[in-house]
Nanobody
């Protein structure tokens, strides 16, 4: 089992920035892919960014590649999502997830472990 705990969400004004954290514990996950997803009100959960835990290769959904930066600190067992130039449409619950799949998993069904989510609200 892998336990994931997100933090760093909150209320932010449009144009601001935010850094979300996801701390992992439990089973060895050095070969896992880690990802950030979000679910906006009334919408499906969608992939935002992913990273290979071992080598740090990153990948993003095309629409958010410029404003979102995913990273990880192996020593702290923590993954981050830096969001710049926040927009009201970024308002969502943000989830971190872990996948035992190879490649670049982007679908929710490819991820076996999930955090509880952290709310990000962007005011205009």
């Amino acid at each position: 089992q892998v336990q994931l705990v997100e933090s760093g969400g909150g209320l932010v004004q449009a144009g601001g920035s935010l850094r979300l954290s996801c701390t992992a514990s439990g089973r060895t996950f050095s070969t896992y892919r880690m990802g950030w997803f979000r679910r906006a009100p009334g919408k499906e959960r969608e992939f935002v960014a992913g990273v290979s835990w071992s080598v740090g290769n990153t990948y993003y959904t095309d629409s958010e590649k410029g404003r979102f930066t995913i990273s990880r600190d192996n020593a702290k067992n923590t993954m981050y999502l830096q969001i710049e130039s926040l927009k009201p449409e970024d308002t969502a619950v943000y989830y971190c997830a872990a996948s035992g799949n190879s490649g670049r998993p982007v679908f929710t069904w490819e991820y076996q472990y999930w955090g509880q989510g952290t709310q990000v609200t962007v005011s205009s």
